[in-house]
């Protein structure tokens, strides 16, 4: 009697601390699976991704001109920008981009170049609501991505925002309020509060220890419930 009692305490203690926790993770789980990967990674806002130089862009800057002015570049590459052939110039930590026809320099990217790459990828129907440039304090939704960069948000039902870096113009990412729900999903579901991405933390690790001690308790209690039933039947 003495270890039903004990395991009944442990199991009613350990479900107000855990009982919580067991719905988030049952909640956010759910989430997780119920919405299609596709939507969360924003697939159906995108267009242009892979952008190729056509037959008839020239390359009138030769690479010569370029060494010369950027003697420190480590990789140049011949890319495409939207309509237009560029150079990206790598090295020292920077990237700067280049016209490949008239060579001039477009990094960093203004706030109307900004606009036109993101409306040159964005497949939606919503209109521009803000732009801004990102410099310091990030939101956690870009928390692991250099800055500066540009966001664009639109006005459409997806609340989407689509990030441009200016030194590269490389189309960075695009964030929408499924995503975001995902996120916070996906941070209760690990219990990692601070950077979202760490599923090895010890948080986790002391309620899913706690979860495997409930879960036995409740077996045992079972068990020992059933055991009862029988003796009282055969008693009968």
Do not use: C
């Amino acid at each position: 009697m003495r270890a039903v009692k004990l395991s009944r305490k442990i199991h009613k203690w350990i479900a107000l601390v855990v009982g919580i926790q067991l719905f988030l993770w049952s909640l956010s789980g759910f989430y997780m699976v119920a919405v299609n990967i596709d939507i969360i990674h924003g697939d159906m806002l995108v267009k242009n991704m892979a952008p190729t130089i056509g037959h008839g862009q020239s390359t009138t800057v030769p690479i010569e001109d370029l060494l010369d002015r950027y003697p420190s570049a480590s990789k140049i590459t011949l890319k495409p920008l939207m309509d237009r052939p560029v150079y990206l110039i790598q090295g020292a930590g920077r990237a700067e981009v280049l016209d490949a026809e008239t060579g001039e320099q477009l990094s960093p990217l203004n706030r109307q170049l900004a606009i036109q790459i993101a409306k040159h990828h964005y497949a939606g129907t919503g209109e521009i609501s803000t732009v801004a440039l990102i410099e310091d304090n990030p939101p956690t939704e870009i928390q692991f991505f250099p800055l500066p960069l540009w966001r664009i948000d639109f006005d459409d039902v997806w609340g989407s925002s689509f990030y441009i870096d200016p030194q590269s113009g490389r189309f960075r990412t695009r964030r929408h309020t499924l995503w975001r729900v995902f996120d916070i999903m996906f941070m209760l579901h690990i219990m990692d509060y601070d950077e979202r991405d760490n599923v090895n933390n010890t948080l986790l690790r002391i309620f899913s220890i706690l979860g495997v001690v409930l879960g036995s308790s409740g077996l045992w209690l079972l068990f020992y419930s059933f055991n009862r039933a029988r003796a009282e039947d055969n008693f009968q």
